[in-house]
């Protein structure tokens, strides 16, 4: 199947300061990204879907303004956390749109705000 | 809206026993019907698939039929290994194109030897 990359796959950053995590399809092009993130032993919670070229559209109770998302390429979407708060901690996976529902997933990013 | 529902685990089995992971859904129109698989620390990979009423996704040894008329894509296996262990995820996609996927809580198997 595809391969989409994240980098970092761990970050560890101090309150109050942002960190951008990339998203990207190695071997084909995306014009939808997704962006989830998974609180320790349960499911995965879609944050917003990343179009590419346009605005992205953010799920019912996540903050745009925190959680900035830019699909700037067919290959690449990136998450910026600002400002962040220990609170934030958790692991984000993005995922890309195969069609017809399938999605490939990459392998994650550990985020620790300390 | 959609919903997924799975059996809550952890299931714990032993080596060679036979697996069924219980996954209901509710939609509307005709979902595409998926399981994921995550193994430890790493993201979630496509297991199998099943598109329509009564196609039958299979992979690795694992089976999953779209059964509409009880709502259902139950996930079976005949044989677990310990390599097996993971957390499995119910998903659907709704039809007319958009690709949000709703997903279930996951299922946590545990094969001991």
Redesign the interface.
């Known amino acids: ?1 595809a391969v ?1 990359s ?1 980098h970092p796959s761990r970050v560890i950053c101090k309150s109050g300061t942002s960190v951008k995590i990339e998203c990207r399809s190695l071997d084909f092009q995306a014009t ?1 990204m ?1 962006w989830y993130r998974q609180f320790p ?4 919670m ?1 944050m917003a ?1 990343s179009n590419e070229g346009s605005k992205a559209t953010y799920e019912q109770g996540v903050e745009k303004d925190k959680f900035l998302i830019n699909h700037a390429s067919l290959t690449l979407s990136t998450l910026t956390v600002t400002s962040a708060h220990p609170e934030d901690s958790s692991f984000y ?1 993005c ?1 890309a ?1 195969a ?10 990013t550990r985020l620790t705000v300390t | 809206g959609d919903s997924v529902t799975q059996m809550e685990g952890p299931v714990t089995l032993s080596e060679e026993a036979f697996l069924t992971i219980n996954c209901t859904y509710t939609a509307t129109g005709y979902p595409s019907l998926f399981w994921y698989v995550q193994y430890p620390g790493e993201g979630l990979q496509l297991l199998l698939k099943a598109t329509k009423a009564d196609d039958k996704g299979s992979n690795k040894g694992f089976e999953a039929t779209y059964r509409k008329e009880t709502t259902s894509f139950h996930l079976e296996k005949g044989s677990v290994q310990v390599s097996d262990s993971a957390v499995y995820f119910c998903a659907l996609s709704s039809s007319g194109g958009y690709q949000k996927v709703t997903f279930g809580t996951g299922t946590k198997l545990q094969v001991i030897p």
């Open positions: 199947g989409v994240q939808t997704f032993k349960q499911s995965l879609l879907t996976i995922s749109g069609g017809r529902g399938e999605q490939y997933f990459g392998p994650g």
